[in-house]
């Protein structure tokens, strides 16, 4: 059999990427109307770029505003460009860059907070373990019952992450995150 | 009785807001879930409804009127197949920034999401490929999402919107709001007005060139005729050489003293070299689009760039700019005129003088050159006498997409902007012909010719029962070589000349086909009879399909093969077949 004929080029010009990708997170005020958030992930889906985290909720309920709030990875020019094709989207009124902020400001970050719910399930000594490693970092319990406790837990990522870990072998047996809410330091607004 | 006579059905509403928004004309196709629409139409005489025979066609007609005019074009269809039929032209009118609104009937709005016959996700399939899109589930919102949907669809950067209507919609009685009284979305307000800091900044980077270019695009048409005019004047003042993209062809003219001609992967060798060399670039509502640009590392690498766009996301995209404007054109150009002619007693036109040296040399290559044949007609040879015999009169070319659109930019000459409507962007064969239909709706008594390809031609060659039916004396000039051209043409290139699947073994008898559809067909294949041919075509007062059998292997040139720079071209003189085999060399099979 003859070997494969490979083609010699491609109609496209392709180019190496060169910059290095960072995490960005990103506060988007949008108008709360039917699809909007189809219109912003479907954005990202569909021009290649990532979702970290998404958070989304009606923030100013009489004039029917949501804040997304988006960490996503990419360099400085695909952040760039997600920013500017973000506020081409009709309902979109702002779109702020929170680590740029952040960093301009002399910031490592924005503020970066997320709320978990953890479900652990065990009975004996080990439940005493769980409370005091709970109390450690600052979880509370909403639920329990001799088989069980739901913690709410606060904070950074790194901290829940941290939490959920410890928690594993402990019996661990269900996690919900809600996705980073982010807010800049300082008094000046969105 | 006050208050009353606002009061209209759904469908009632729809023609209302359609008239108030200045339309005369409207593409489509009816189906059950816009039959109130359809009923409405019947019984009104302000605007004429153009039948098509394929939702596609509707959209192509929409855009060929839209882009002609400088008006909004409108087309109308079903639900179900009659919106995702509409998709194509809907991501092509997005692509190369045509403002069209679709309306789009739906299932009643309590069947919606029961897979209810002929029922699609129709703002769901569209989001991606419009502007924007509303699903209207209340009557009284009706009115003012048409309205919002004609200020999006034609402010900022143009582009199609999507309004789908539920047929219980469409018979339900509300109030109807007059565009006035309307409320706008505050969310959308593009900036027209450029920084004026940053015009400041470019006009004084550009006394300082010494090497310049402008690299002008369909934003400058786009912008209206005043931005053309404004172009000009640019040129004229501070002359600069122009070069300008395959959409913006015409708003500077083919005759003006500075043109280069068109630019990128099948442009002009002065302009690609101009661009190569040039120390300013100014880009006027272009977007370095990747058959601009070639490699993008070595895309002009020693300018500094200035952008007009009023697209942020057009900045700094692919390339890299010194200085950006955001605004619309129209507005900038005009403040940059003023500010140059402000200060321009001390600029000194000879600065530019070993530029123009060079431009000079490079034009003396001659790089749309051809060998010339006096037994068959050569695709190029074609297009020039069609342009001689055309271009006196008033007349308006469409393509389709492949060699022949190509062949086109480069040899039929562009006096003035919208007279050029070609699928830039999308790259859309079978766009040609309808766009050509919904141009002569516009234009009745002008020349309108869709330049076209033996392949694109047949995507929308159904339209012909459409033009027959309106008396639309469209002309379809194909050049007909039996090749999917460009396919073949870079099967040649890339591919060891294998042509897999771009032969078309099986062509219909065109002549035959435009009398079936009660059209007019004409056939030549030898150069001599060229002349008379095409004069017969444009002295038939009827639809036409004009075979013009071509050399079938010719090839497109110049041309910037794939990962090379603008001043890596292949010039038709040294494109021997050993030349065209070797244009990619190894470093050409990493890329994909």
Redo the contacts between chains.
Sequence with gaps: MNAH???????????KETQVAESHTLSIL??NE??VL??VI?LFS?RGYNIESLTVSETEHEAHLSRITIVTRGTP?VL??IK??L???????RVVDLTVRAKAMGQERPIEREVALVKVTGSGEMRAETLRLADAFHAKVVDATVDHFIFEITGKSSKVDQFVAVMKPLGLSEVCRTGIAAMNRGPQGM | MSGTENQMTGAEIVLQALRDNGVEHIFGYPGGAVLPIYDEIFQQDDIEHILVRHEQGAGHMAEGYARSTGKVGVMLVTSGPGATNAVTPLQDALMDSIPLVCLTGQVPTTLIGSDAFQECDTVGITRPCTKHNWLVKDVNELARIIHEAFRVAQSGRPGPVVVDIPKDVQFATGTYTPPSAAPIQKSYQPKLQGDARQIEAAVQLMKTARRPIIYSGGGVVNSGPEASRLLRELVEITGFPITSTLMGLGAYPHSGKNWLGMLGMHGSYEANMAMHDCDVMVCIGARFDDRITGRLNAFSPNSKKIHIDIDPSSINKNVRVDIPILGDVGNVLEDMVRLWRAGSKDYDKTVQADWWTSITKWRARNSFAYKQSNDVIMPQYAIQRLYELTKDRDTYITTEVGQHQMWAAQFYGFEQPNRWMTSGGLGTMGYGFPAAIGVQVAHRDSLVIDIAGDASIQMCIQEMSCAVQYNLPVKIFILNNQYMGMVRQWQQLLHGNRLSNSYTEAMPDFVKLAEAYGGVGIACDKPGDLDAAIQEMIDVKRPVIFDCRVANLANCFPMIPSGKAHNEMLLPDEATDEAVANAIDAKGRQLV
Excluded at chain 1, 5 to 15: N, V
């Design positions: 004929l490979q083609p010699t080029g491609s109609a496209y010009f392709i180019a949008v108008d039917p699809g189809a219109r479907g569909g020019g760039e460009q500017s094709q506020e081409r989207i009709v309902p979109v009124h």
